[in-house]
């Protein structure tokens, strides 16, 4: 009995210091990386895959220096390591007056001021030369001295910058983040050509060693955030890291909400509007998905085509999609208690109506709604997993099909396809993926509660969303900021409504940014 206890407690309760998921192994090499560097037991340890790549050779300075280049092939730049290293090393360094005098024991001294390239830099552990090679970077190891030389030549293949797919907008730059960190960071430096943008880098995963950034703009970031996210992240104690999604689970407030308290975003523009915010990303290697912190609940409704567009505009689209997620929270459910409950406030002649559709159904509204909110469920679930050209096909096919066959049937009343379909339609309006998830999952508890309570329990529903929102905090800040503490300024600049350009004048109050006057804007 204790064991079970123990581990229900493992799954459910997570520690209250360091946040990991589980301890990491030792493995037989651990101890050896911090040991001097030596060559050959390098080759020792990487020899066994046949993608790491041993070149051996000679130099002649004042005496013969035997020499050993590592690298991973298809990480590395062939071009580059031919032309810039190995070039270099065999042909145009013999007969180098400045060469001539190179022993063993300088020899590192004299290659750091002699060959060519940006990334260059002494080392003299294991750790750093095995972590050098694996990461796509040449290494140049001296017979058995304790030192040697890394050179940058990272150069495998990789996607390059498309429109996001998930993030699509009409006015707007068209460009995406990409699985290459490097190539995500200058995105981003693009975008904001300033000193005081940081950026951090770490690694994270005892195996992956997985490089991340957290970048942020310091004379505008909050330092007591930037430094909340670095202690964080430095907690985590976790095997693999593969995605931005291993950290937004390891540095939540509260793991057990649906309500996510990160944002996310492919797009560079959206990434650099919300450090111009005072807010901080988390740029990790090998996904285009960049973490932001801290995160709001409104900041899931609005979309960066917002500020390209003109204000009027903008507060248009962003009343229909405030619409269209509470439509889609509430639509199943308040059809449930109408036509269960609260028959008297439904007009004479729709009530005839309603009741004439329902006839021959057999099931109750409550069932009938879940019913059929399964069964989208499961055709959007189809629709999004299938190859595209399936996908959007068996989506709009089987719905059809499944409500024409379910009405006929007298399985469903038409009124409730027409509801469902409503319902699916307004959640569309949800510009956040992660926020839509939220959307489906409540949509349940509410219907339930509907069909209990009528419009009582549509109310208690209600009434423990908004406890629920007001006790969470993203980093430090109130989720429902700034409408609960209410900061009126912030409210009618930039939440539900947005004011015009010439109006934005101060940043996000409740970021406690350092700066938060955004400079003055001229009407023309």
């Not at 709001?296 to 917002?306: A, G, M, P, V, Y």
Request: proline share 6%; glycine share 8%.
């Amino acid at each position: 009995m204790r064991s079970w206890m123990k581990m229900i407690k493992e799954l459910t309760i997570r520690p209250t210091g360091e946040r990991k998921i589980r301890k990491a192994p030792s493995y037989s090499f651990d101890e050896e990386m911090e040991e001097p560097l030596s060559g050959t037991k390098v080759k020792e340890i990487l020899s066994t895959s046949s993608d790491v790549v041993f070149r051996e050779f000679s130099l002649q300075g004042k005496e013969r220096i035997p020499c050993m280049v590592a690298a991973v092939d298809g990480m590395v730049n062939k071009n580059l390591l031919d032309q810039f290293i190995l070039k270099p090393l065999m042909v145009d360094l013999a007969g180098h007056q400045e060469f001539a005098q190179a022993t063993l024991s300088n020899v590192v001294e004299k290659l750091q001021s002699l060959l060519p390239g940006l990334e260059l830099k002494k080392i003299s552990k294991m750790g750093e030369a095995i972590d050098a090679v694996l990461s796509g970077d040449a290494v140049i190891f001296f017979g058995d001295i304790k030192e040697g030389i890394v050179l940058g030549a990272k150069g495998w293949d990789n996607r390059g910058v498309t429109e996001p797919i998930t993030e699509s907008i009409v006015k707007g730059p068209r460009e995406g983040f990409t699985e290459t960190l490097r190539t995500n960071t200058s995105l981003v430096r693009r975008k904001i050509k300033h000193p005081s943008l940081r950026m951090i880098s770490l690694k994270l995963g005892d195996m992956t060693n997985t490089d991340v950034v957290v970048t942020y703009i310091e004379k505008l970031a909050s330092p007591d955030i930037v430094s909340e996210v670095l202690r964080r992240i430095a907690t985590i104690k976790i095997d693999s890291m593969l995605g931005s999604g291993y950290i937004e689970e390891m540095i939540e407030d509260n793991p057990y909400s649906p309500f996510p308290q990160l944002a996310f975003t492919e797009r560079p523009d959206v990434l650099a509007g919300k450090l111009m915010e005072g807010k901080v990303g988390i740029i990790v290697d090998g996904t285009p998905v960049v973490l932001v912190v801290p995160a709001t609940l409104w900041q899931f409704l609005n979309i960066n085509e917002d500020y390209y567009q003109r204000a009027v505009v903008a507060i248009l689209s962003r009343f229909i999609r405030y619409v269209g997620a509470f439509v889609a929270i509430v639509a199943p459910s308040v059809y449930i208690a109408v036509t269960t409950f609260h028959q008297e406030i439904i007009p004479t002649d729709l009530l005839m109506s309603i009741s004439a559709s329902r006839q021959g159904v057999p099931f109750p509204a409550l069932l009938e709604a879940i019913t059929m909110t399964i069964a989208l469920e499961i055709l959007q679930e189809a629709g999004l997993r299938l190859p595209k050209p399936i996908g959007s096909t068996i989506g709009i096919v089987g719905a059809l099909v499944i409500g024409d066959a379910a009405v006929k049937a007298s399985l469903v009343s038409p009124l409730m396809v027409i509801i469902t379909g409503l319902t699916a339609i307004a959640s569309y309006a949800i510009p956040t993926f992660d926020l839509g998830l939220v959307v489906r999952i409540i949509r349940f508890p509410f219907m339930i509660l509907a069909g209990f309570l009528g419009f009582f329990g549509v109310s208690v529903g209600l009434y423990l969303v908004i406890v629920h929102l007001l006790s969470l905090r993203s980093f430090g800040v109130p989720y429902l900021s700034p409408v609960a503490p209410l900061r009126v300024r912030a409210l009618l600049q930039d939440t539900i409504v947005r004011a015009p350009w010439w109006a934005l004048k101060r940043r996000p109050q409740f970021l406690d940014v350092e700066n938060p006057q955004s400079g003055e804007k001229g009407k023309g």
